[in-house]
C-alpha cells in the first residue's frame, strides 16, 4: 500500500539558518511526489513536485527537495529560513493509475516549521 | 488566474443536523477533488471528479455525504446527518487533470458540530 511518513511533528529553526523538512514513501513503482505549504487558516499551496530527472527539484520561495531512491525519501530544503516560513508542511506521494485507483494523492500528517529571529 | 472559491468559510450546526458546502474550481480544471482535514492530520480524500463523473469515492461515507459536480465546473458536499466526528475542515482542490499537474486549493469550510 502507499504511503507518506512525516516522522517530525515540529521542526525549530533560527532565521538565516538551513531548514530541512524530512518525508520518506512507500509507493509501487515510480513515485510523483510533492510538497505543499498550509497557511493558518488557509488552503495548501503547492511548492514543488518530482516526477522524473534531477534528483534535486527547485520549487517556490527558493525551497528544494532532494529525490533519494535508495532511501525512498524527499527531503525539503532550504539554504536560508525566514520568519514568514513558519507554517505547515505537507509531504504527498500520487497514487498510481491502477488498482481502481484515480492518481489521486495520500498526504502525510504534517510537520510544523517555526523559524525564529 | 482567480482560484478555487469556496463557501461558507465557517459553518457551526448541531449533530443531526444538515449542510451543505459550495466550491468553484478554476476555469479549466477538469478535475475536482473534496478532502476532510482533521485537526493535526494532512487532508483525505472524500471523493474525485473527472469533468461531471464521479471517478473515485471510495472513502466518502456515503451513508451520510453526498457530492455532485452538475455540468462540470461548480459542486457541492452535502452532510445529512452530521456526526461530531464530522467536524473539520473540508477542502476543495483542482487541478487540470489527474496526472502529475499539481492540485490548487481553496481555503476551505471550517465546520463545527456542536
Known amino acids: 500500500a502507499q504511503s507518506v511518513a512525516q516522522p517530525e511533528d515540529q521542526v525549530n529553526v533560527a532565521e538565516g539558518n538551513p531548514l530541512t523538512v524530512k518525508c520518506t514513501y512507500s509507493?509501487?513503482?515510480?513515485?510523483?511526489l510533492f510538497w505543499y505549504v498550509q497557511y493558518p487558516n488557509r488552503g495548501l499551496q503547492f511548492l514543488l513536485k518530482?516526477?522524473?530527472?534531477?534528483?534535486l527539484v527547485k520549487g517556490s520561495y527558493g525551497f528544494e527537495a532532494e529525490f533519494n531512491k535508495s532511501q525512498t525519501s524527499f527531503h525539503l530544503k532550504k539554504p536560508s529560513a525566514l520568519v514568514s516560513d513558519s507554517a505547515l508542511y505537507f509531504c504527498?506521494?500520487?497514487?498510481?493509475?491502477?488498482?481502481?485507483?484515480?492518481?489521486?494523492?495520500?498526504f502525510g500528517k504534517g510537520t510544523k516549521l517555526s523559524v525564529k529571529p | 488566474e482567480a482560484g478555487v472559491a469556496q463557501s461558507p468559510r465557517y459553518k457551526i450546526i448541531e449533530k443531526r443536523q444538515s449542510v451543505a458546502f459550495w466550491c468553484n474550481p478554476i476555469?479549466?480544471?477538469?478535475?475536482l477533488y473534496w478532502y476532510q482535514q482533521i485537526l493535526g492530520q494532512g487532508p483525505k480524500l472524500l471523493i474525485q471528479?473527472?469533468?461531471?463523473?464521479?471517478?473515485?469515492d471510495s472513502q466518502l461515507p456515503k451513508d451520510r455525504f453526498s457530492a455532485e459536480r452538475l455540468k462540470g465546473v461548480d459542486s457541492t458536499l452535502k452532510i445529512q446527518p452530521a456526526k461530531l466526528e464530522d467536524s473539520a475542515v473540508y477542502l476543495c482542490?483542482?487541478?487540470?487533470?489527474?496526472?502529475?499537474?499539481?492540485?490548487?486549493f481553496g481555503d476551505g469550510t471550517r465546520l463545527s458540530i456542536l
Open positions: 482542490a483542482s487541478s487540470l487533470d489527474a496526472g502529475g499537474q499539481p492540485q490548487h
Open positions: 509507493v509501487s513503482g515510480n513515485p510523483y
Open positions: 518530482y516526477i522524473t530527472g534531477d534528483n
Open positions: 504527498a506521494v500520487r497514487r498510481p493509475f491502477y488498482g481502481g485507483s484515480q492518481g489521486n494523492l495520500i
Open positions: 476555469s479549466g480544471h477538469a478535475t
Open positions: 471528479f473527472q469533468n461531471n463523473g464521479v471517478v473515485d
